[in-house]
């Protein structure tokens, strides 16, 4: 059995969340949750902090550069013969005069600031993410 470990941002700016659409198809294969609402967050590479992972995880998918706070909500599930851990670290943008969101189009397809998740009304909604916003 095998562990992954996931380091996400919950980003907030001037009261405001930013969330970000995963695509249907990810590098050329079939996305988790696809056109799904999420946050910015990945895997934790052999060797990395998982602060760092958050950190750069912002970096390579909304162009953003973040200070982390405290972690607010973690979870794990097994998927086969992995168990997936997820951390989302509370964070906030690092120089507020740079909040322009610049997406890698791989991943993601839209960004929203969002005030709650009701402004994602009628939208798919990553599940951890309702435990997190509102």
Same mark, same amino acid.
């Given at each position: ?18 969330? @970000? ?33 958050? @950190? ?25 013969? @992995? ?52």
């Amino acid at each position: 059995m095998g562990n992954k470990l996931i380091a996400h941002s919950l980003i907030k700016h001037q009261e405001k969340y930013l969330v @970000i659409r995963r695509n249907k198809i990810k590098r050329g294969k079939k996305n988790v949750y696809p056109a799904y609402w999420d946050i910015p967050g990945g895997r934790v590479e052999d060797g990395e902090l998982p602060r760092d992972a958050a @950190i750069r995880e912002c970096r390579e998918e909304v162009g953003l550069e973040v200070e982390l706070e405290n972690i607010i909500h973690e979870d794990s599930n097994l998927d086969g013969n @992995i168990v997936f851990t997820r951390l989302v670290y509370a964070s906030h943008l690092l120089a507020v005069e740079k909040n322009d969101v610049i997406l890698d189009l791989e991943e993601h397809d839209q960004y929203k600031w969002i005030n709650s998740l009701s402004d994602l009304a009628g939208e798919s909604i990553v599940p951890y993410l309702r435990d997190l916003i509102d």
